[in-house]
C-alpha cells in the first residue's frame, strides 16, 4: 500500500516562494510517475507539473517557468518549487503517484492535500 503526505503549504504573499514536498511509503516510487496537481472549490482537480520515473516533466501553462518539480529517489519524495506565486496559484495542491499494475493499467495514489493562499 502507497502512502504520499504533502508538506510546505501555507499563506505567502504574492512574489514569494514556497516549496511543497511529499514523501511516499512503499517500494515503487521509483519506478513511479509524480505529480503535482491543485485544485479550487468548484473547478476540476488540474495537473500543475509532474515528473515521469526517467525525469522526464511536464508543466500546465499557467506555472511554466515558476514552478519547478524535482524528486529525490532516495528519499522517495517529490517536490514543487513554486516562486513568484500569484493570488490565482491559491488552491490546495495534491501529491499523485501513478503505477502500472501486471496488466498495463494505471493505479493513482493521492494525498491528502495542502492548502497553498496566496495574499495579494
Known amino acids: 500500500q502507497v502512502q504520499l503526505v504533502e508538506s510546505g503549504g501555507g499563506l505567502v504573499q504574492a512574489g514569494r516562494s514556497l516549496r511543497l514536498s511529499c514523501a511516499a511509503s512503499?517500494?515503487?516510487?521509483?519506478?513511479?510517475?509524480m505529480g503535482w496537481y491543485r485544485q479550487t472549490p468548484g473547478k476540476r482537480r488540474e495537473l500543475v507539473a509532474a515528473?515521469?520515473?526517467?525525469?522526464?516533466?511536464n508543466y500546465a501553462d499557467a506555472v511554466k517557468g515558476r514552478f519547478t518539480i524535482s524528486r529525490d529517489n532516495t528519499k522517495n519524495t517529490v517536490y514543487l518549487q513554486m516562486n513568484s506565486l500569484k493570488p490565482e496559484d491559491a488552491a490546495v495542491y495534491y501529491c499523485?503517484?501513478?503505477?502500472?499494475?501486471?496488466?498495463?493499467?494505471?493505479?493513482?495514489?493521492w494525498g491528502q492535500g495542502t492548502q497553498v493562499t496566496v495574499s495579494s
Open positions: 512503499g517500494s515503487i516510487f521509483s519506478t513511479s510517475a
Open positions: 499523485n503517484l501513478r503505477a502500472y499494475d501486471s496488466s498495463g493499467r494505471a493505479v493513482d495514489y
Open positions: 515528473m515521469s520515473s526517467v525525469g522526464s516533466t
